[in-house]
């Protein structure tokens, strides 16, 4: 069979392109080092939050937004400030331009069209808490697929297959690209190793043993491989300075095979990478009681109510409050000198503000179960997070603020804590409950948060007394960075080809996903909005697809 196009890389931003190719009539080949269960990639295991502008959903809940808006918001974040410097951020703005454009357009009405629906309640991420042109969303802007990772999945998985059925798509799992095959300054093609079949799960690690080589040629290769999530020293290395010392430690909010090494493959064949300095790691990472893969961490989906302290038990300034600044956080954190972190909350917090990130820890969404949804609103904590209270190590549970101090120093062993400082800190904060207005910004937040209906109803808890015994048990949480997007990669113009060091098109060679920093090597700029990771696979990947079928 003879190829118009090979993708390599069968996550999300690779299934889209495929879908899109297949489409038109091209003859594709789908390749990707893992088995075939890890069909999907990284969006699978994803919340399924997008990032959509004055939709319906919006609009019920009485949200006002606008593309200027958010726009305003998108450059607040991104701080694009290498427009001028080798060209680093040409591209990256863009592609800015153009996905707040699809966000605040057609992306729901195309969404919709292959079959996906969204939870009626949207949610409020990244809020910032700068002033009206800096980082953050203005409003809420966080829409949950109702079925979320595995449901944005499906209706691509389901037009590849179909494509395949019609013998226009050729999927082959356990076929690792080595090399990019270049002739003339062109990239015709691609070799690698055939890996020996696996059955590992999703998730699992599988063998990297070779029992095989192939050599491949097509008109045009797509590259839709991923980040360096996974890849714990190629981030130490790319580590920037303005995030301060690389954590010593990080758990994994990926599988291992996020590695990164088409971002080195593809920069040999001529491809250039650009912000390599940017990423986004997660504050709030706990580690997973039952893990699928090594070291595998899961990021708390915070409410503002939580109170936040250093690994000293110092709480941190304004505004670092749970969901609003995840970089700013991350970045007062490493400065502490430490790479954790704690909440301290009750019960009646955890119970109304505690989700966990990701498809496995929302069965009641990705089951697509509505009387399991409207079980969140009953008294105790989602089951998911009980199953942590219960059995994480990162969690201590006790009746009185000595019990829990104790308990805080015996899981990191360090005997950091000071009681009576943290007490202080506590009741200090507690005073301010006396009143509906208070100069503690983080409480000021809480209750202003409470102005939107969606948060009212399933996200903020009522302000109260952390020290108030009839709130509940005393609840810690230790929080571990928790490794996760690339935000820089291959450079390439609104087409998706992969541009070379001089800025001009390598021939033949095309990215799409997080490979390329979901864009142009750097869509989100410093900062994300959130929602924008799976949204950047699906824009980039439908980018691709339409562009080399034009060929």
Known sequence: MEFDVIV???????????????????????LDQEPEASLGGQAWWSFGGLFLVD???????????????AWQDWLGTAGF???????????????????????????????TAQGIRFFPVVGWAERGGYLAEGHGNSVPRFHIVWGTGPGIVKPFEDRVRKAMGKGLVDYRPRHRVNELITEDDSVIGVRGSVLVPSSAARGEASSGEVIGDFSLLAKAVLVTSGGIGANHELIRKNWPDRLGEAPKNMISGVPEHVDGRMLAITE????????????????????????????HGIRILPGPSSLWLDATGQ????????????????????????????????????????????S??????????IRKVLSRVLPGAPSPVQAFMDKGEDFVIADSLSELVE?????????????????????????????KFTKDLQITAMRGARHYIGDRLIRVAA???????????????????????????????????????????????????EVAGFGGGGVHGYRSLEGTFVGGCLFSGRQAGRAIAEL
């Open 360 to 369: 496995e820890q929302n069965p009641d969404l990705t089951g697509k179960s």
């Open 407 to 435: 308990g805080m120093n015996e899981i990191t062993g360090e005997k950091l804590l000071v009681l009576a400082d943290i007490e202080r800190q506590i009741i200090s904060r507690d005073r301010k409950m006396d009143n």
């Open 8 to 30: 390599v890389g069968a996550g999300l931003a690779g299934l889209v392109a495929t879908a899109e190719l297949a489409d038109a009539g091209k003859k594709v080949l789908l």
């Open 81 to 111: 400030d290498r427009e001028e410097e080798e060209d680093e951020d040409y591209w990256g703005k863009k592609w800015a331009e153009a996905y707040v454009n699809f966000a605040s357009g057609e992306k729901r009405e195309w969404l």
């Open 268 to 295: 040999r064949a001529g491809g250039r990478i650009v912000n390599r300095d940017r990423m986004w790691h997660y504050t709030e990472g706990i580690k997973n009681h039952d893990p699928v893969w090594d070291k």
């Open 55 to 69: 939709s319906p959903e919006q609009r019920r809940l009485g949200i006002k937004d606008s593309r200027e808006l």
């Open 463 to 513: 302000p109260h007394k952390i020290l108030d015994p009839k709130n509940g048990p005393l609840i810690a949480v230790r929080l571990n960075i928790v490794s996760r997007k690339t935000l820089g990669g291959l450079q390439t113009d609104l087409s998706c080809r992969v541009l070379n060091t001089s800025g001009h098109p390598v021939k033949g060679l095309y990215a799409a996903g």
């Open 315 to 358: 709480r941190f300034p304004a505004p670092n409050f749970p969901g609003f600044d995840t970089l700013g956080t991350l970045e007062t954190i490493m400065a502490t000198g430490y790479d954790y972190s704690w909440f301290i909350l009750t019960q009646k917090v955890i119970e109304k503000e505690f989700a966990l990130s990701g």
